[in-house]
């Protein structure tokens, strides 16, 4: 067998947010589509607060819009029964709550939908262990949540159809935009 020279690296990426992001590729590795498509969802919701938040011409959207979103999302999404989902959204906690306080990363969010989800019930009260490390609860988030809420579908459906409406660059992820479609009562 003829001897061969070191392998050609990898090309890099032609498209990148260039931004830190909640997206790890040992999770990707580990749990897969599922997996991206949870922290893609929470990565394009969060990108869609920050231009919300730059243009001063946008309409006012109410506060912690984008963790009601990313919450009704998980629910229609996330099985609590299935273990394999269990440990994905564990996992992903975990290597949020790892990176530690400092400069925050699109998709963090994510934390804070799962656990109104497991605050309210919505997800098995077993889950709440993920949360123990947390010092302080985010109460003030919780209680505009619950608030928000009482809006019922018909707010998950306006902010879905809101972020499809926006103009995003790079686009928003096809996993994300489908499922933003689905929440908006739109289907492709």
């Known amino acids: 067998m ?3 020279g070191p392998l050609p690296a990898a090309p890099k990426a032609r498209e990148s947010l260039g931004l830190l992001t ?13 997996y991206v498509h949870i922290a893609a969802f929470a990565i394009d919701v969060d990108r869609a607060r920050e231009g919300i938040e730059v243009d001063p011409e946008a309409t006012e959207w109410p506060f912690a819009w ?6 009704a999302f998980l629910l229609k999404c996330v099985d609590p029964t ?10 992903t906690c975990l290597e949020i709550f790892d990176h530690g306080p400092g400069e925050p990363r699109l998709g963090d969010l994510l934390v804070f939908a799962i656990f109104d989800a497991v605050s309210r019930a919505a997800w098995p009260p077993d889950w709440e262990p993920i949360f123990e490390g947390w010092k302080a609860k985010p109460k003030a988030l919780i ?7 009482s809006g019922g579908a018909e707010l998950v ?12 660059e790079p686009p928003l992820a096809p996993s994300t935009q489908a499922a933003l ?8």
């Not at 909640?22 to 599922?34: K, N, P």
């Not at 479609?181 to 492709?188: F, Y």
């Open 2 to 4: 003829k001897k061969r």
């Open 22 to 34: 909640i997206m790890s590729r040992e999770l990707a590795r580990r749990h897969g589509v599922d």
């Open 66 to 71: 984008e963790v009601l979103l990313t919450e």
């Open 82 to 91: 299935r273990e394999a989902h269990r440990v994905l959204i564990e996992d």
């Open 143 to 149: 209680d505009e949540l619950a608030r928000l809420r």
């Open 157 to 168: 459906s306006t902010l879905a159809a809101g972020v499809l409406g926006l103009p995003m």
């Open 181 to 188: 479609e689905a929440l908006s009562g739109r289907h492709s």
